[in-house]
C-alpha cells in the first residue's frame, strides 16, 4: 500500500467513523465470502498494520469452494486499498475491501484466486498489442419475490416463490387485492402501480451511485413477479467484475432491508423469462475504439469480426464459465429472449452477438454478447470472453454473413445450418473439456483451475440434480 493509499483509507475510516473492517473475497463458483475486525487492529499498531495490508491476513482455504485440501489449507488475503467502500448494508460503520489471495509459501499471486485470473485477461490483452483495454458493459437482470421456500429430501421435494406482482396472484384475496399484475411476458416498461418496484429500484441504484458504481438506467424487465435490470456505466474487466459483486450485494440487501429476497437464478419461473447477463464488449487501443469502421457492416471493424467469430467458435465451452449452471439452461430456450443460435446481427436481439446501433458515434460501437446470465463468477466469465474474442482476432476467425432476420422463424433448412449453445450443463462442460486451449494462453487460465471447475460442478451440481426424482415426473410417469 502506498503512503497515498494509507492516507485515503485512514481520511474514510475518520470521516465515516469507521468501527469495523470487512474483508471481502470471491470463491471459484462466485459468491463473495468475508471475515471482519474491530478498526483497531489497522488504526492503533502500526506492526500489524504493515502485516495487514503488506503481509495479509490468513484464512482457511479448505473450507472454500474450489480452493484447497486440508493439508494444504493455509491462504492468505491481501487487502486491495483501492477498493475500500463503506459497507452500505451494515448498521455499525464498516469499511468494506476487496482482497487478493496469495499463497503462503511462495507469497506468489493464488492461482484459483479468480480476481488474480481478471488481471491476467487484462495483462494479456496488453502483451497482444491489439488493444491496451477492454471495456464491459453487464446488464444483470435479477427477480425480487416476496416470498420463496424450497426443500428436497429422500421422500419429497418442492420450490415455491410468490410476488405481490405475480401475474398467478390475480385473483388471490389479498384484502384487497388491488390488481394491477404484469401479465406474463408483459413486464417490459409499464409504469406504477404496474410497476411496483420503482422505489425499490431506484434505492439500489443511489446505494449503488454511493460506492462508486456510475448507473445509466434502471427498469422493469419483461416476466411477472419483479423482474427487473439495473444497467451500469461500462469499466474496464477487473473493476467491472469488482462492481458485478458489488451490485449483486446491494441488490439482495436492499431487497432484504424491505421484507423481499431478490435472485440472480436464471429461471426460477416456469412460462416466463428468464434473467441473463448480456454483456457489451469493445476494445480500445490510444483512446480509438478499434472495434468501429465507418465502411463495416453496422460500423463495426474487422477486428470487430473476428472477435465475434471467436466468440462464436468457442460459445460451447464458454457457457460452462458464462451460463454455468444446471438452471442456466432451462433459460437457454427458444421463445424466451435467450440466445441459443450462434450468429451475429445489427439490432436482432434473437442473435447469440447482437451489435446496437442506437448511434453512429464511434465511441459506443460495441459487440453484445447475450447467452452469458448473472449466476456466473464475472472474474472468470469475462476473462473467458475476453480470451475467445482474442483468438478470433488472432486467428482471423470469420464468423460469415450476419443474420439479419429471427433466428426463432428460419426455415428448416436455415435452421439446420446454424449451430446452437449446448442444451445442458453437462453438454457445456464436456465442450470446455475438449476446447480450452485458447483460455490457457499466457497462463491466463491455468490447468488446474478448469480441472477443479469440471470436478466441482460434476460432483456437486450435475450429479446431485441427476439423481432426484423431479416433481413433474411425479405427474408424467406416477401411474405408469
Not at 388471490?172 to 425499490?200: A, I, T, W
Not at 411477472?224 to 451490485?247: C, R
Not at 465507418?294 to 466468440?311: D, V
Request: proline share 8%; hydrophobic share 35%.
Amino acid at each position: 500500500m502506498t503512503p497515498q493509499e494509507a492516507q485515503q483509507v485512514f481520511e474514510l475510516i475518520k470521516a465515516k467513523h469507521v468501527q469495523i473492517i470487512d474483508l471481502k473475497f470471491n470463491d471459484l463458483p462466485g459468491l463473495w465470502q468475508h471475515f471482519s475486525m474491530p478498526v483497531t487492529e489497522l488504526t492503533e499498531m502500526d506492526d500489524l498494520t504493515k502485516s495487514i495490508w503488506e503481509e495479509g491476513v490468513g484464512f482457511d482455504g479448505s473450507s472454500i469452494r474450489g480452493f484447497q485440501k486440508i493439508q494444504e489449507s493455509d491462504m492468505i488475503l491481501l487487502p486491495d486499498p483501492s477498493t475500500a467502500r463503506l459497507d452500505p448494508a451494515c448498521q455499525v460503520p464498516t469499511l468494506s475491501v476487496i482482497c487478493d489471495i496469495y499463497e503462503p509459501l511462495t507469497k506468489q499471486p493464488y492461482s484459483r484466486d479468480p480476481r488474480y485470473i481478471a488481471k491476467k485477461a487484462e495483462q494479456y490483452l496488453r502483451s497482444t498489442g491489439i488493444a491496451e483495454t477492454s471495456f464491459w458493459g453487464p446488464e444483470l437482470e435479477f427477480f425480487v419475490f416476496d416470498d420463496v421456500r424450497f426443500d428436497q429430501a429422500e421422500q419429497y421435494g418442492f420450490y415455491y416463490v410468490d410476488s405481490v406482482e405475480g401475474g398467478w396472484n390475480s385473483g388471490r384475496d389479498e384484502k384487497p387485492n388491488l390488481g394491477y399484475k404484469p401479465r406474463f411476458k408483459e413486464g417490459y416498461f409499464p409504469v406504477p402501480p404496474h410497476d411496483s418496484m420503482q422505489d425499490l429500484r431506484s434505492e439500489m441504484i443511489l446505494t449503488m451511485i454511493n460506492v462508486g458504481i456510475p448507473i445509466e438506467v434502471h427498469h422493469h424487465e419483461v416476466a411477472t413477479a419483479g423482474q427487473g435490470e439495473i444497467d451500469m456505466k461500462f469499466d474496464s474487466l477487473s473493476s467491472m467484475a469488482d462492481k458485478v459483486m458489488w451490485y449483486k450485494y446491494i441488490v439482495k440487501n436492499i431487497a432484504r432491508k424491505h421484507g423481499k429476497v431478490a435472485t440472480f437464478m436464471p429461471k426460477p419461473l416456469f412460462g416466463d423469462n428468464g434473467s441473463g447477463m448480456h454483456t457489451h464488449i469493445s476494445l480500445w487501443k490510444n483512446s480509438t475504439n478499434v472495434f468501429y469502421d465507418p465502411e463495416g457492416y453496422a460500423l463495426i471493424s474487422e477486428t470487430a469480426r473476428y472477435f465475434i467469430g471467436g466468440l462464436l467458435k468457442h460459445s460451447a465451452a464458454l457457457m460452462a464459465l458464462c451460463a454455468p449452471t444446471t438452471n442456466s439452461y432451462k433459460r437457454l430456450v427458444p421463445g424466451y429472449e435467450a440466445p441459443v443460435n450462434l450468429v451475429y446481427s445489427a439490432r436482432n436481439r434473437s442473435a447469440c452477438v447482437r451489435i446496437p446501433v442506437y448511434t453512429p458515434n464511434p465511441q459506443t460501437k460495441r459487440l453484445e454478447y447475450r447467452p452469458p446470465d448473472a449466476s456466473c463468477n464475472p472474474y472468470l466469465a469475462f476473462p473467458a470472453m475476453l480470451m475467445a474474442g482474442l483468438d478470433g482476432i488472432e486467428n482471423q476467425i470469420d464468423p460469415g454473413p450476419p443474420l439479419d432476420k429471427s433466428s426463432y422463424e428460419l426455415t428448416p433448412e436455415e435452421e439446420a445450418a446454424i449451430t446452437t449453445t449446448p442444451g445442458s450443463l453437462e453438454e457445456a462442460l464436456c465442450a470446455l473439456e475438449e476446447d480450452h486451449e485458447f483460455l490457457l494462453k499466457d497462463g491466463v487460465f491455468t490447468s488446474d483451475v478448469l480441472e477443479v471447475w469440471l470436478e466441482y460442478k460434476r460432483q456437486h451440481e450435475l450429479d446431485p440434480v441427476r439423481l432426484r426424482p423431479h416433481p413433474w415426473e411425479f405427474y408424467l410417469y406416477f401411474d405408469v
